[in-house]
């Protein structure tokens, strides 16, 4: 059964930083894209970043290049989204989505 489980939203100031996790299960880590999406209410789910499955290959939307990073730790089969920079229109539900699944989404809010 595949699993997907974020962890690591919050309430951080402008400018801060979060470190955003996902825990797989039931599927072969190494072979599928894993990416991370947001999603505000009112709008559609947007793509913020993905890391390949054979060789971690990382891409990013425009707007978080350079402010976050995605990673991944194969022996745990977690990958990571490290938001730096945060602004206010980063908030929304964080998913992480891999081989056809969706995780249950963390909230990141950026409010002073």
């Known amino acids: 059964q595949v699993q997907l489980v974020e962890s690591g939203g919050g309430l951080v100031q402008p400018g801060g930083s979060l470190r955003l996790s996902c825990a797989a299960s039931?599927?072969?880590?190494?072979?599928?894209?894993m990416s991370w999406y947001r999603q505000v209410p009112g709008k559609e789910r947007e793509l913020v970043a993905g890391i390949s499955g054979a060789i971690g290959s990382t891409d990013y939307a425009d707007y978080v290049r350079g402010r976050f990073t995605i990673s991944r730790d194969i022996d745990k089969n977690m990958v990571f989204l490290q938001l730096n920079s945060l602004k206010r229109e980063d908030t929304a539900v964080y998913y992480c989505?891999?081989?056809?699944?969706w995780g249950q989404g963390t909230q990141v809010t950026v409010s002073s």
């Open positions: 989505f891999a081989y056809g699944h």
């Open positions: 039931g599927f072969d880590f190494t072979t599928y894209t």
